[in-house]
Each structure stands twice: as C-alpha cells, then as structure tokens.
T-cell receptor, first 115, second 111 residues
Framework: SAVISQKPSRDICQRGTSLTIQCQVDSQVTMMFWYRQQPGQSLTLIATANQGSEATYESGFVIDKFPISRPNLTFSTLTVSNMSPEDSSIYLC????????????FGPGTRLTVL | GIQVEQSPPDLILQEGANSTLRCNFSDSVNNLQWFHQNPWGQLINLFYIPSGTKQNGRLSATTVATERYSLLYISSSQTTDSGVYFCAVADRGSTLGRLYFGRGTQLTVWP
C-alpha cells in the first residue's frame, strides 16, 4: 500500500492569511485527491489532482479559494486562501492504489484552526 | 451523487462484545471501502469490498451489491477499536476514484 505524508500536521492561522499543505507519496500515482473534514462531520471531496492537467473541483469548491498544484507523480499541494474560521477542518490527501483494486489510502491529515 | 447512510450513528460497547455496523447506498457501486478513523484523525483502510465477504482478524465485512448494503462485523471488541467507522463508495458514473462517504458510526469501547 502507498505511504503518504502530509505537512504540516497541524497549524493555527489568522483570518485572511493562506496556508499551503503538502502531500508526498512514496510511489508514483496517477490520481491524488484532496478531502476536507469539518469538525464532527464526514469527509467531502474538494478536488481531484492529475499530473499535467488542471485539478477538477467538486461543486462548492473553487480554484481561487483552493488552488492545487501537481508538479509530478508523487507530490501535490493544496492552498487554503484568504482563510476564515469556517475553514477550520482536517484536510486529507489520498491516492488510489490501482494495484490494490482501486483501494484509496489516506495521509495523516492536516488539522487547521483559523482564528 | 450517490447517497450513503450508516447506522447506528453511535455505539457504546463493553470490551469483549460483538457489533455490526451497517452501510446502505442508493445506487450501483464499483468501489466500497470501510475505514476506521482513530482519535488522532488518521483514516485507516479496513476493507476494499465492492462485493462478497472478507475477514481480517477480528474484523469481517460483507457487501451484498444487489441489495445495496454492506455490513462490518467487529468481534471481541477492544478499547483500541474506538473511533469513527466510515463507509465510502464510488458509483459507476462518477469521477474516477471519487468516494462518497457516509456520516460514520462513532464507536466507543469501555474496558
């Protein structure tokens, strides 16, 4: 199974600032996904990031607020821009292990608190 | 998108008890996974099970795709089983790899 790391693991940020979250995978993967988990809630997909193309955003999420980069097959970043307290969540990246039957594996998450 | 409903929302058990968690989904799926989110927020993949039955130690899962439900069985529960259990599915018409998550079952196991 893929091993995924995320940085930072947690952060406390001021309203109006931006935070970039990094996701690193130990193997090359075609698709990477970014999810948000608001406090006490389930996971919601923000966008799908494919290497060499623009990210595909889910309804309710826009590129200006959550710009994503995917410079190679093992790395992606998600930026949370112009943050407000409503952005306080856990942000998780995941990858699909096609060799494991489309199983998705998740990184440890980034716990963001916006004051 | 596809709807995923999990029950019960909360479950409190004494150590050693058995439990069954249920996941109902509203459409045909080509991917169904069970995850355990531990108290630190880490999501751990338990089963990839779009159909059939699998077992891993004290855990087992069964998906009846034709009836659109999946069950997760936990036997001889331990305090380390505490956390939230999520069911997630991908439907055949959705973006490749996109998972829809249920609201989860919060499991608390007391010693």
């Amino acid at each position: 199974s893929a091993v995924i790391s995320q940085k930072p693991s947690r952060d406390i940020c001021q309203r109006g600032t931006s935070l970039t979250i990094q996701c690193q995978v130990d193997s090359q993967v075609t698709m990477m996904f970014w999810y948000r988990q608001q406090p006490g809630q389930s996971l919601t997909l923000i966008a799908t990031a494919n290497q060499g193309s623009e990210a595909t955003y889910e309804s309710g999420f826009v590129i200006d607020k959550f710009p994503i980069s995917r410079p190679n097959l093992t790395f992606s970043t998600l930026t949370v821009s112009n943050m407000s307290p409503e952005d306080s969540s856990i942000y998780l990246c995941s990858v699909e292990d096609r060799g494991g039957g489309d199983t998705q594996y998740f990184g440890p998450g980034t716990r963001l608190t916006v004051l | 998108g596809i709807q995923v409903e999990q029950s019960p929302p909360d479950l409190i058990l004494q150590e050693g008890a058995n439990s069954t968690l249920r996941c109902n989904f509203s459409d045909s799926v080509n991917n169904l996974q069970w995850f355990h989110q531990n108290p630190w927020g880490q999501l751990i993949n338990l089963f990839y099970i779009p159909s059939g039955t699998k077992q891993n130690g004290r855990l087992s899962a069964t998906t009846v795709a034709t009836e659109r439900y999946s069950l997760l069985y936990i036997s001889s529960s331990q305090t380390t089983d505490s956390g939230v259990y999520f069911c997630a599915v991908a439907d055949r018409g959705s973006t490749l790899g996109r998972l829809y998550f249920g609201r989860g079952t919060q499991l608390t196991v007391w010693p």
